[in-house]
């Protein structure tokens, strides 16, 4: 580059030296113009409880012939996650938002039952306070020195949930298109097994790629406005600012807990009994 005296680089795509062989994106050059990138390698700790999602691409939303489905989970479309990202593989504990935050929003469930209670997905969250979690979690990890360049700690967009709970499954739940009332409770907390109350994270098997609770326990939020996938898609809400909320609950009935559910679009201030929050390690936005 004759005459250039420094280059302003800017962050593409993060992942673990060991997963380089699953992180490969697609980096193109714009028209007439030459581009040019470079690796650089960090000795760098991701959080521990952080699971690596690699990039790919999935059918976003549901079939026409899935049991149960709602208008608003179609038409299915193809969808590129270009880089790779992290999820955490616990939901936002009641502990783990007391310690910073400062204060517990969740209904009561279990409050006198001391370390089981400290282990319950938090409830009760607003939109509003997920994102600030987000944001007092991301604030920790930089001090710490745990965010990659070009990443935060921030809710999942509807694609990113999406992908990452169905962890390359193509099947209403993420264990496969085996008979959902037989196995369901293997994976999930819904209202067939849960005594209609939350329970500890991490209790039950995890998805394909590591990740629990991702069917029911609680809802979880997302970061985008509740939208139709297409232009002229039905939507079950318009006119208003609506978040999206994603995985199922305790108290919910199986088809709820489906991979491409979308249900009860809430306004970002609703204190919403059955909702938590999860954590995603992804580029910023």
Same mark, same amino acid.
């Given at each position: 580059?004759?005459?250039?005296?420094?280059?302003?680089?800017?962050?593409?795509?993060?992942?673990?030296?060991? $997963?380089?062989? %699953?992180?490969?994106?697609?980096?193109?050059? &714009?028209?007439?113009?030459?581009?040019?990138?470079?690796?650089?390698?960090?000795?760098?700790?991701?959080?521990?409880?952080?699971?690596?999602?690699?990039?790919? $691409?999935?059918?976003?939303? +549901?079939?026409?012939?899935?049991?149960?489905?709602?208008?608003?989970?179609?038409?299915?479309?193809?969808?590129?996650?270009?880089?790779?990202?992290?999820?955490?593989?616990? $939901?936002?504990?009641?502990?783990?938002?007391?310690?910073?935050?400062?204060?517990? *929003?969740?209904?009561?469930?279990?409050?006198?039952?001391?370390e089981l209670a400290a282990a319950?997905?938090?409830? +009760?969250?607003?939109?509003?306070?997920?994102?600030?979690?987000?944001?007092?979690?991301? %604030?920790?990890?930089?001090?710490?020195?745990?965010?990659? *360049?070009?990443?935060?700690?921030?809710?999942?967009?509807?694609?990113?949930?999406?992908?990452?709970?169905?962890?390359?499954?193509?099947?209403?739940? +993420?264990?496969?298109?085996?008979?959902?009332?037989?196995?369901?409770?293997?994976?999930?907390?819904?209202?067939?097994?849960?005594?209609?109350?939350?329970?500890?994270?991490?209790?039950?098997?995890?998805?394909?790629?590591?990740?629990?609770?991702?069917?029911?326990?609680?809802?979880?939020?997302?970061?985008?406005?509740?939208?139709?996938? $297409?232009?002229?898609?039905?939507?079950?809400? +318009?006119?208003?600012?609506?978040?999206?909320i994603r995985g199922g609950s305790f108290y919910c009935p199986?088809?709820?807990?489906?991979?491409?559910?979308?249900?009860?679009?809430?306004? &970002?201030?609703?204190?919403?009994?059955?909702?938590?929050?999860?954590?995603?390690? &992804?580029?910023?936005?």
């Open positions: 580059m004759p005459g250039a005296t420094t280059v302003d680089w800017k962050p593409v795509h993060a992942f673990p030296s060991k $997963e380089a062989a %699953e992180a490969q994106t697609k980096l193109e050059a &714009a028209e007439f113009r030459q581009a040019f990138y470079r690796v650089a390698v960090y000795e760098m700790g991701i959080h521990p409880d952080m699971v690596w999602v690699p990039p790919g $691409e999935f059918q976003l939303g +549901s079939p026409d012939e899935e049991s149960e489905r709602y208008a608003d989970e179609g038409p299915q479309q193809l969808t590129i996650i270009p880089v790779g990202f992290w999820v955490h593989k616990y $939901e936002v504990t009641q502990a783990e938002y007391i310690d910073l935050m400062g204060n517990n *929003p969740s209904f009561g469930y279990n409050a006198d039952s001391g319950l997905p938090v409830d +009760s969250v607003t939109w509003e306070e997920a994102r600030e979690y987000c944001r007092r979690f991301n %604030e920790r990890e930089l001090k710490a020195g745990r965010v990659p *360049p070009g990443y935060e700690y921030r809710l999942p967009t509807e694609a990113e949930w999406e992908y990452a709970a169905r962890a390359g499954t193509t099947g209403a739940y +993420s264990f496969g298109d085996t008979d959902y009332v037989a196995h369901l409770g293997e994976f999930g907390w819904w209202r067939e097994n849960s005594g209609e109350t939350p329970m500890p994270v991490g209790q039950l098997a995890p998805n394909p790629w590591g990740l629990y609770d991702i069917h029911g326990n609680v809802f979880e939020w997302c970061l985008d406005d509740y939208d139709a996938y $297409e232009e002229g898609g039905f939507v079950a809400f +318009s006119g208003a600012d609506f978040k999206v199986a088809t709820i807990l489906r991979s491409a559910c979308r249900i009860e679009p809430q306004i &970002a201030d609703f204190r919403n009994w059955l909702t938590g929050l999860r954590v995603f390690l &992804a580029p910023k936005r």
